[in-house]
């Protein structure tokens, strides 16, 4: 049982190069977040998805799109990336039924936009 | 969007003392998390809270849920040097409407040192 898995752990980027973050969680949860953490900030909501063919805008969505693959996968897109997304992104997941809003985290990936 | 006040920001302790940060809001919230994220690695859930005044031990990790709903706090006892790391809380807004929203608000976390 991984939990949260997520690819690449690391990347550099140039500005305007694009790339496809990649998540996935096998606990069979409804809902999966993608964050951003960065100095000083904590962890902001870019992306979410409460379930299955729904995605919806976070706290800081701009430069980014997401599609929720099927259950187990949600992935994190940066059409054209910028020194500003220079950050470290982490996705997440829950069962989000009632009582139950735990967060589970991957171990994430740091990206650096030169 | 909504903000949680952890604090403190930071906190240098020697081995064996007891630490004690918090988290307060002007909003109420249904569930209250803590996590903890070790240098390099993505944050790992402690304890959850779900009742206002409950009370929840993890270890030599205590946490409670305030009763006005609108706090938190976490205790470590005995502290030992792998507690170093950045401890977050989180909670989950509970709508006007009484339901619950399943985003989290997270603080910015305390930084814990400990000296051997």
């Known amino acids: 049982n991984a939990g949260v898995t997520q690819t690449p752990k690391f990347q550099v980027l140039k500005t305007g190069q694009s790339m496809t973050l990649q998540c996935a969680q096998d606990m069979n949860h409804n809902s999966m977040y993608w964050y951003r953490q960065d100095p000083g900030m904590g962890l902001r909501l870019i992306y979410y998805s409460a379930s299955e063919g729904t995605t919806d805008k976070g706290e800081v969505p701009n430069g980014y799109n997401v599609s929720r693959l099927n259950k187990r996968e949600f992935s994190l897109r940066l059409e054209s990336a910028a020194p500003s997304q220079t950050s470290v992104y982490f996705c997440?997941?829950?069962?989000?039924?009632?009582?139950?809003?735990?967060?589970?985290f991957g171990p994430g990936t740091r990206l650096t936009v030169t | 969007g909504q903000q949680l006040n952890q604090s403190p920001q930071s906190m240098f302790i020697q081995e064996g003392e007891d630490v004690s940060m918090n988290c307060t809001s002007s909003s109420i919230f249904n569930t209250w998390l803590w996590y903890k994220q070790d240098p390099g690695e993505g944050p790992v859930l402690l304890i959850a809270l779900y009742k206002a005044g409950e009370l929840t031990s993890n270890g030599r990790l205590t946490a409670q849920f305030g009763i006005t709903r609108k706090d938190s706090f976490l205790n470590i006892s005995a502290s030992i040097p792998s507690d170093v790391g950045i401890y977050f809380c989180a909670g989950q807004l509970m709508r006007s409407s009484g339901g619950s929203n399943y985003k989290l608000t997270f603080g910015k976390g305390t930084l814990l040192t400990v000296n051997p």
């Open positions: 997440a997941s829950s069962e989000l039924t009632l009582g139950d809003y735990e967060q589970y």
